[in-house]
T-cell receptor, first 115, second 113 residues
């Protein structure tokens, strides 16, 4: 069975400092992994996705994530936080086999960015 | 422009009322989904559809029902709303092919008094 654990429910950083949002997964299959962002009162927007190609994935707004199979991790990083990055971030796993695109969501990490 | 729409965005309603949350997508996607999300919590799948006339219940039990008469339309109905139904409801869709990306609507925030 697939599952995903976001290790921090809240992360607070200063503007201009690096961001690290941690995610570990478990999967019986070769997984696809995603990071979604949700701004207040908005739907979810895809930041980036890993689908068994390059292990370092670059996304929108300067975010990137590295798939590490040995550590079963898919941490999200950004070199320099911006105030507009404040939002809820969800790590998501899905099996690459099977005909049903089922997403398993982590509990989310709320990122706060202060001046 | 290809997109996914949800109406209403906000709904406050009294107990016992029947409500329908609308979801439409213009991307021609076969698969559509409804998620329920409580404030500050993860999303839980409550319904999904592979295509027209196909509907299945998701992982989280829900008293709501759905229908899929047209490819682009996937409404969710609560026959008798209760305060326990207060939540945010997110609709999503995905097409065929190797990409697993789900496109999400803006959500409907439902409050039942």
């Amino acid at each position: 069975a697939q599952s995903v654990t976001q290790l921090d429910s809240h992360v607070s950083v200063s503007e201009g400092t690096p961001v690290l949002l941690r995610c570990n997964y478990s999967s019986s299959y070769s997984p696809s992994l995603f990071w979604y962002v949700q701004h207040p009162n908005k739907g979810l927007q895809l930041l980036l996705k890993y689908t068994s190609a390059a292990t370092l994935v670059k996304g929108i707004n300067g975010f990137e994530a590295e798939f590490k199979k040995s550590e079963t991790s898919f941490h999200l990083t950004k070199p320099s936080a911006h105030m507009s990055d404040a939002a809820e971030y969800f790590c998501v796993v899905t099996p690459t086999s099977g005909g049903y695109n089922k997403l398993i969501f982590g509990a989310g990490t709320r990122l706060a960015v202060h001046p | 422009e290809a997109d996914i729409y949800q109406t209403p965005r906000y709904l406050v309603i009294g107990t016992g009322k029947k409500i329908t949350l609308e979801c439409s997508q213009t991307m021609g996607h076969d698969k559509m989904y409804w998620y329920q999300q409580d404030p500050g919590m993860e999303l839980h799948l409550i319904h999904y559809s592979y295509g027209v006339n196909s509907t299945e219940k998701g992982d989280l039990s829900s008293e709501s029902t759905v229908s899929r008469i047209r490819t682009e339309h996937f409404p969710l109905t609560l026959e008798s709303a209760r305060p326990s139904h207060t939540s945010q409801y997110l609709c999503a869709s995905t097409g065929t092919g190797p990409s697993w990306e789900q496109f999400f609507g803006p959500g409907t925030r439902l409050t039942v008094l």
